[in-house]
């Protein structure tokens, strides 16, 4: 009778022992599971120096998989003080590259100082306002910030904070 005791109180513990670890295992890959990818953290933050950029240059950059248009203003390229992000004495359009009519990609005209969507003829000027065709509102905004002559994309920036409150 007291092996069979014996035995019982082993085979509990055993049951026990499996079930914690199996437990803890269990919680880990939960967690694991929670966690963002590596590819979605490192694409949170994106930096941008903007001091190679040359007057009237749009460049693209990619943000959480979107693309970002980055234009340097010219002299004669009209400014629009609630949409421009200064750096300096420089002035640059940063807007999300994707029209808000369907998401297609517009380009950057240099010659007409506006950006086209090809899809339906969406015209937006060179802060990202729209001018023609269907879109129904200026091309969005990314969150950033300024550190020196580089934008943070990602985070929000008394900058960013500052043009967005325009808009209420």
């Not at 203003?73 to 808000?100: Q, Y």
């Amino acid at each position: 009778m007291e092996t069979c005791q014996k035995r019982r109180d082993f085979i509990g513990m055993a049951l026990t022992g499996v079930t914690v670890v199996g437990g803890a295992c269990a919680l880990g890959a939960m967690k694991k599971s929670w966690d963002p990818l590596p590819s979605v953290q490192s694409a949170g933050f994106v930096t941008v120096d903007v001091s190679t950029i040359e007057e009237g240059e749009a460049r693209s950059f990619a943000w959480r998989g979107k693309p970002i248009f980055v234009l340097r203003k010219s002299a004669d390229t009209p400014k629009n003080a609630k949409r421009d992000v200064v750096i300096g004495e420089k002035v640059f359009t940063l807007v999300i590259g994707l029209c808000t009519h369907l998401g297609c990609i517009p380009s950057y005209d240099a010659k007409k100082k506006s950006f086209i969507c090809a899809c339906h003829g969406g015209v937006f000027d060179a802060s990202g306002m729209n001018t023609f065709g269907p879109p129904p509102r200026p091309l969005d905004i990314p969150p950033f910030k300024i550190a020196g002559e580089t934008l943070v994309l990602g985070e929000e920036g008394e900058e960013y904070k500052k043009l967005t409150a325009k808009k209420a």
